[in-house]
């Protein structure tokens, strides 16, 4: 069942100024507490239980334990300012291509599935929302967005670091990506590193609730570092959000 969103008018204000700073270091990095004002009093709290029912990652290429995920989609449509329509689509296999992650081949690999229930929590819709108002920003594009999501936990312990980005540096394969930090306990680095062009990586590391990033992935590329326990059982929890425009 679709589902309706409206932003208020002070989202704008806000989301153009970080949509651009996108347009012009094609990365923006939004504080958290920022990011928060915007949505629903409440929501994330529930929302953020959900991390704790991923799956294993059992496609990892390098055969590690340390990664738990869903995956779901939704398309976006936005039929006049701060108003947006979204729909959950029929889960599929994620696939990304061999030229941006040669680790994986090519091949399709299979997630456990978001519900729609949380697809279309207003939480999650509210962040999907200030994403495209950001991006929007740059692309002017108004109509149809297909939206990738991916609830993910990098878990470290002593023994065993866990690994956000195993593939290291690299590009995903969409037009824009958002990085969403939902929770951050036990553990050391987790640093987001942008590597753009003929210039200086840009060194970031995400620590409070919904600290987060949008890149225009097609003019750059990105990695994580490492997570490493810090004594005990380390958790990193990002929401990521794929953004094509159609």
Excluded: K
Aim: hydrophobic share 40%.
């Amino acid at each position: 069942m679709p589902v309706d969103v409206r932003n208020q008018s002070d989202h704008a204000a806000r989301t153009g100024a970080w949509g651009d700073a996108l347009a012009a270091e094609d990365f923006v990095l939004v504080p958290g507490a920022e990011l928060t004002a915007l949505l629903p009093a409440g929501d994330l709290d529930r929302l953020a239980n959900g991390w704790d029912r991923l799956e294993l990652d059992e496609a990892l290429f390098d055969g590690g334990t340390y990664r738990y995920r869903r995956y779901g989609r939704l398309r976006a449509d936005g039929d006049s300012p701060g108003h947006r329509r979204f729909t959950p689509l029929p889960h599929a296999p994620f696939w990304q291509s061999a030229e941006c992650m040669p680790d994986y081949g090519g091949r399709e690999r299979v997630f456990g599935a978001i519900s729609d229930e949380t697809l279309l929590d207003p939480a999650l819709l509210g962040l999907v929302a200030a994403d495209l108002s950001v991006v929007e920003r740059v692309t002017g594009h108004r109509g149809q967005w297909d939206v990738g999501l991916h609830m993910v936990r990098v878990v470290a312990v002593p023994a065993e670091p866990g690994s956000p980005t195993p593939e290291g540096r690299h590009r995903d394969g969409h037009d824009f990506v958002g990085m969403h930090l939902f929770r951050r306990t036990g553990c050391v680095g987790g640093e987001s590193i942008v590597y753009r062009e003929g210039r200086v990586p840009v060194h970031l590391t995400l620590t409070q609730r919904l600290d987060s990033l949008v890149v225009a992935d097609t003019r750059l590329t990105h990695e994580v570092t490492p997570v490493v326990s810090d004594g005990m059982t380390g958790v990193r929890d990002m929401l990521l959000v794929d953004l094509n425009a159609t």
